[in-house]
């Protein structure tokens, strides 16, 4: 143990130590899991820049458009390489880098090193194995804004971790904006712990240290405000301000729920939609540019009740979400560190107050995201308590241990083995389709043993391959078939064009110009109306029970689907 410490404070201070240990916990990862896509989101997104359109679009839609034009630049250079995910890497592993950095910076002792690496692992885990833009952007920000605090809570301003931090936090904007003011707004029980900090300061440079932290943090804010006119700027065109529009009113359906269809049936008929159209529609199958045009959304939208924020709120708010929390992951992480805070370190009055601020915002994040009715996604509960677990660690590396000796580690080995368990459990995810429900996202999932996911995807790009090449027909996919998701790997990208003949029934990126673009070279206006009798069309579909019943009451009663290929599951079919 002393040859430990004596190799660890001889090099704990050094960056490359902390690019060292975070080389040692990528590589274990990659060799033990294959990483994948949490969910289908970042494949569509990638799809719009890698050129598998025939087009590098740097209209990302959630994600930043400077963040586009870096990424269809990479890919202009060279197409085959997987830059979305590579650039993606590059952040995850330039902020674990620095958490570890700010850490053993600020703390000597090599048990909280421990438990910082311990933490460290789960959340490296959760970021590089199941990737996802928002989760980035989340663990993107908080890293960023921890080496912002680093720096200037220092007796000098350290330019290069305050310019890596503005870097980190503008990366993490850029990812998913919502997510970076989310956590930015966790991460300011720092800040608060700082300014308690400074009451045994003189008066003068009390004022001088909260004149640099409105400094440091309002260039910051500048910052972020110049991305964001960037990308306000670049959806001016017409066809992107008529998608936004239809973008921002079928979110307000597909992710925050539609009317009920029993209580609201008279106005659902009235707009020309039945209960099997509704069931259709509500699949994500809605480009039907006729039945279900922008006016039908809001006229939808008008139907649907206020939340009330009274007694029974908060009852379904314990119910729903607080005690849901145990079987988060992420929680269960910060939750094991908090305890080992309480038990293992001093404390003094400005660690409760900030604690309790911390918990504040929390419950008050959580209320939020309840009553806007999207709550406990892992993707962004990974950011959430990733946030909270710096918090903690900022805190408790401003004190001395009380405790040290075997039963530190063994309290370590006892949050392993609970993160581990807890991470195997079922969470809750989206499939795709924008709807909430449990899937199993266990670690096993993605083992590199898991010969079955291999063999699954190889099959699913073999009938990609098939429908590429075949260029002459318009393949209009119901959602979830001809999954790119599904058929190629993190580090895999798709050939360029290879998607120009697909176009989606579906799913928020359908509606897109560059996605209208593909029906358009074929002559299609309305796929549901224009695919029958259309030779050079063809629809492939899981459940054409329901597709022809929608046909026959709204297009042509007399129209049939004669199947024209099967494999691996999909079938592909013409309606004549």
Not at 33 to 56: L, M, Q, R, T
Not at 163 to 188: D, K, W
Not at 324 to 331: I, S, T
Not at 498 to 518: D, M, R
Request: with cysteine; net charge positive; proline share 3%.
């Amino acid at each position: 143990m002393r040859r430990i410490r004596a190799s660890f404070e001889k090099y704990r201070s050094k960056p490359g130590f902390a690019i060292f240990v975070n080389a040692v916990i990528l590589a274990g990862l990659l060799l033990v899991f294959s990483p994948g896509y949490e969910v289908n989101d970042d494949v569509a997104i990638c799809n719009f820049v890698n050129g598998v359109k025939g087009v590098f679009d740097a209209h990302l839609v959630y994600s930043n458009y400077v963040l586009g034009l870096l990424l269809a630049g990479l890919y202009r250079i060279k197409q085959s390489v997987p830059w979305y995910a590579l650039l993606q890497y590059a952040v995850l592993f330039a902020s674990f880098t620095s958490v570890f950095f700010v850490v053993s910076q600020r703390q000597k002792n090599i048990f909280p090193i421990l438990v910082s690496l311990t933490v460290l692992l789960f959340f490296a885990y959760e970021g590089y194995i199941r990737l996802q833009y928002t989760k980035t952007a989340g663990i993107a920000t908080a890293a960023g804004i921890l080496l912002i605090f680093y720096s200037v809570s220092s007796a000098k301003i350290r330019m290069c971790s305050l310019i890596a931090g503005y870097l980190l936090a503008c990366f993490g904007f850029m990812y998913r904006s919502p997510q970076f003011f989310a956590i930015a707004f966790l991460m300011t029980g720092i800040g608060l712990y700082q300014l308690l900090e400074l009451k045994n300061e003189k008066k003068g440079q009390r004022l001088i240290k909260v004149f640099s932290y409105i400094k440091t943090f309002g260039l910051l804010l500048l910052l972020v405000a110049g991305l964001y006119l960037a990308d306000h700027a670049a959806y001016r065109s017409p066809e992107w301000q008529e998608y936004l529009e239809y973008n921002n009113a079928r979110t307000m359906l597909f992710d925050y729920g539609f009317p009920n269809y029993d209580k609201n049936r008279e106005v659902y008929e009235e707009l020309g939609l039945d209960e099997n159209a509704f069931k259709l529609i509500r699949g994500w199958n809605f480009m039907d540019t006729e039945k279900f045009g922008l006016a039908v959304m809001e006229k939808l939208i008008a139907l649907k009740e206020p939340v009330a924020v009274n007694r029974q709120f908060f009852k379904a708010f314990v119910k729903k979400v607080m005690k849901k929390l145990p079987e988060v992951a992420a929680f269960c992480c910060a939750f094991c560190l908090v305890l080992y805070w309480l038990f293992f370190s001093r404390h003094s009055w400005m660690d409760f107050v900030s604690s309790l601020y911390e918990t504040g915002i929390v419950m008050f994040l959580y209320l939020f995201l309840f009553y806007q009715g999207r709550y406990l996604y892992n993707r962004v509960d990974v950011g959430i308590w990733l946030a909270v677990s710096l918090t903690v660690l900022w805190m408790f590396c401003s004190r001395k241990s009380r405790i040290e000796g075997i039963c530190v580690p063994v309290f370590l080995i006892v949050c392993c083995l609970l993160i581990w368990g807890f991470t195997a459990k079922d969470s809750k995810t989206s499939d795709g389709k924008g709807m909430r429900h449990r899937s199993n996202n266990s670690c096993e999932k993605y083992l590199r043993t898991n010969v079955d996911r291999k063999a699954n995807r190889a099959q699913k790009r073999a009938v990609i391959e098939k429908v590429e090449s075949d260029k002459e027909h318009l393949y209009l996919a119901k959602v979830g078939q001809l999954s790119f998701l599904k058929s190629y790997g993190v580090f895999e990208t798709p050939p360029f064009g290879i998607a120009e003949n697909i176009a989606a029934t579906g799913g928020w990126p359908a509606h897109t110009p560059v996605s209208c673009k593909v029906l358009q070279d074929f002559g299609i206006t309305n796929p549901y109306r224009d695919m029958i009798g259309n030779e050079k069309v063809y629809l492939v579909d899981d459940k054409i029970d329901v597709t022809m019943q929608y046909i026959h009451t709204y297009y042509d009663p007399d129209a049939e689907a004669e199947v024209v290929w099967k494999a691996d599951g999909c079938t592909v079919y013409q309606i004549k």
